[in-house]
């Protein structure tokens, strides 16, 4: 049986193996490598400290999701095929590594974000305010 999340090092584990999926994927890889390009040194440790606050509770994330995914696609198009592959390519990736009630909260809470991201990102294209 595989282990649940339970540290900040799965989480790593898991930010890290997801990221390698994604850089070489053909649906998603090229807005990555647009937005943040060869350097992943800033963009991996915010990716670990956001999900050890969202999956562990831990403080330490303070930055804006919707408002940096807001951005992106102002620059590169974000369409629901994206969407739903980062979302088929965390729970492969989830699955492959982990099993437990951690690794579902991280599926279901993935989800919901990409739901609600991708509802602001569509307001934000048709003028609403976001808040």
């Known amino acids: 049986m595989k282990p ?16 390698e999926k994604v850089r070489v994927d053909d649906t998603i890889g ?4 647009e937005i943040i390009g ?3 040194s800033h963009h991996l440790p915010v990716m670990y400290s956001f999900w050890e606050t969202v999956l562990l509770h831990r403080p330490g ?3 804006n999701p ?10 590169v198009t974000l369409k629901e095929e994206h969407y739903q592959r980062w ?5 492969a ?3 492959g590594l982990y099993s437990g009630p951690v690794a579902n909260e991280a599926k279901s809470r993935a989800s919901l974000m990409m739901q609600l991201i991708s509802m602001k990102v569509q307001w934000a294209r048709d003028g609403k305010t976001i808040q």
């Open 87 to 91: 979302l088929l390519l965390w729970s």
């Open 4 to 19: 649940d999340i339970t540290t900040r090092k799965d989480i790593e584990l898991l930010v890290n193996t997801f990221y």
């Open 61 to 63: 994330y303070t930055g």
């Open 38 to 40: 060869d350097d992943w």
């Open 30 to 33: 090229y807005i990555f490598d």
């Open 93 to 95: 990736t989830l699955d």
């Open 66 to 75: 919707v408002k940096k995914h807001i951005e992106i696609d102002n620059k």
